[in-house]
């Protein structure tokens, strides 16, 4: 429930709309598409903007369609003239009428004696390292130009800079060529490939199972270190709203990620901002987050939070009825983690609810942020007010903004000596945590105006846990300005 001073006994029930916007494939023609913008290609893509580079200094080519085909493999001939067409433009030579239109860059490769596959033969990662390797002058067998590679800083591995974590035998993507070429010549350094569909999805470049100290190198110390009912940790990065990131820790491995900041990659484009049509035509038919072994029995239905399990982890997209019912959150939490969880409220300590309490802060300004609003301040005394009043709730066994004894939000703040010219409170009760609680507000007209509004500049949120009442935690929220 929100509550604002013009309006007090506001109630909105909510519900989700999803928008269905579906794109049909059509067979491609190949169509020159330099600095297109390519339908495929979705800014959360993890290879956006190296295809978009390459695009723009016209070394691929898109399809007629507008679409690129990031999971297509690659030829040998393809990569080649990927690469050749990226490098050495000016160079190659002229096309003969009649020959075919690899045959440019097969004359320039063995010309200069680089080590090329047999016709028909399959083409692969140690494949495209003597390629990149003989462009450099230096051929070499598969296993030394991975190593030339890796030596000289042309790449850093899939899963680590050494011959074995190089992959050698994987078949490379037209996602995966580009983004080898832009690496190996001189782009930013990453690693080539970033998860598919089927290896999970990453935050800020985390994948569940990475170690604390992969964590740490990437991304630095944590902000702050919060717990979670589940017993892992949440490191918090929140320095920048924009990059807002949750990321669990447990015996010094990820085993949980949450973020509402536009700050996730993934292999099959899906991220926030993506509708649930389009989540349903790359995943599939959703189930509710109670219907996997998730030990969590209050209501987070598939219309609102579409789960699905995903290499090891369950995966949940969080809906925004009024943003066209688009993703404006995603929580993954690996699957022995989630089944250890002590019920659908876990263990609730003090520092647990005081952490849920910063936790709602931070995601009311990661969203604010997102909305190109100000960030809200901190305030210990209106927090006092809201804990007090969720408090109250429950050891009182009701649920309102007018308390038994009739006092409104107002009259509590004023009471606690804090002078507004405007203010506002949300309460919620039942959410599993803090991030379900800000999901159940954010899709609630009136609670959303109060996170996202423009008259408050503080916020203060107080939380209690009662088990004697079914609601057990209840959460109050109350936005100010000073008079």
């Known amino acids: 429930m929100n509550e604002t001073a013009g309006n007090l006994n506001r109630r909105i029930m909510t519900l989700l709309l999803a928008a269905a916007v579906l794109f049909l494939a059509i067979a491609p023609q190949p169509s020159s598409a ?29 399809y007629s369609d507008g679409t690129f085909r990031l999971s297509q493999r690659v030829t040998e001939a393809e990569f080649l003239k990927l690469l050749l067409a990226a490098a050495v433009p000016g160079e190659l030579p002229e096309r003969q009428t009649g020959e075919a239109w690899s045959a440019p860059y097969y004359q320039y490769a063995k010309e200069r004696n680089f080590p090329l596959s047999e016709a028909g033969a399959s083409f692969d990662r140690g494949g495209a390292a003597q390629l990149i390797a003989g462009l450099k002058g230096h051929i070499l067998g598969r296993t030394e130009a991975v190593r030339y590679l890796l030596d000289n800083g042309l790449s850093n591995g899939v899963t680590s800079a050494t011959v074995e974590g190089y992959q050698m035998q994987k078949a490379l993507s037209r996602a995966e060529a580009v983004q080898f070429i832009v690496n190996a010549l001189g782009g930013a350094k990453k690693n080539e490939t970033r998860p598919e569909a089927d290896e999970g999805y990453r935050l800020r470049g985390v994948a569940i199972g990475d170690t604390e100290a992969a964590v740490t190198a990437k991304l630095g110390k944590p902000n702050r270190v919060d717990p979670s009912e589940y017993g892992f940790q949440w490191h918090v990065y929140n320095g920048d709203y924009k990059q807002y990131a949750q990321i669990g820790i447990a015996g010094g491995k990820v085993v949980a990620l949450f973020s509402n900041a536009d700050a996730w990659r993934s292999g099959d484009g899906l991220g926030i901002g993506s509708s649930k049509a389009a989540i349903a035509a790359k995943l599939g038919k959703a189930r509710s987050m109670t219907e996997l072994a998730t030990n969590i029995s209050v209501r987070a239905d598939s219309d609102v939070y579409p789960s699905y399990e995903a290499d090891g982890s369950y995966l949940t997209f969080i809906l925004d009825r009024y943003n066209g019912g688009k993703t404006m959150g995603i929580y993954l939490i690996d699957k022995k983690t989630a089944a250890a969880r002590d019920g659908s409220y876990g263990v609730v300590t003090p520092a647990l609810l005081s952490a849920y309490e910063r936790e709602l802060l931070d995601l009311a300004n990661a969203s604010r942020v997102l909305a190109g609003k100000k960030t809200l301040a901190w305030d210990a005394d209106v927090a006092g007010t809201a804990r007090d009043h969720s408090k109250d709730m429950g050891s009182g066994g009701f649920f309102d903004h007018v308390n038994p004894q009739g006092l409104s939000p107002f009259d509590r703040m004023k ?13 919620a009760a039942g959410q599993i945590n803090a991030v379900f609680a ?17 008259k408050y500049e503080r916020l203060g949120v107080g939380i209690a846990y009662s088990k004697d009442y079914p609601y057990r935690i209840y959460y109050t929220q109350n936005f100010y300005s000073p008079r």
């Open 34 to 62: 330099a600095g297109a913008d390519f339908r495929d290609v979705p800014a959360t893509h993890w290879a956006y903007e190296a295809v978009h580079r390459a695009a723009a200094e016209g070394w691929v080519d898109g």
């Open 438 to 454: 800000h999901a159940e507000w954010m899709n609630s007209e009136g609670h959303r105006a109060n996170i996202l509004g423009d």
């Open 415 to 427: 009471a606690d000596g804090i002078a507004y010219s405007a203010a506002a409170e949300n309460i």
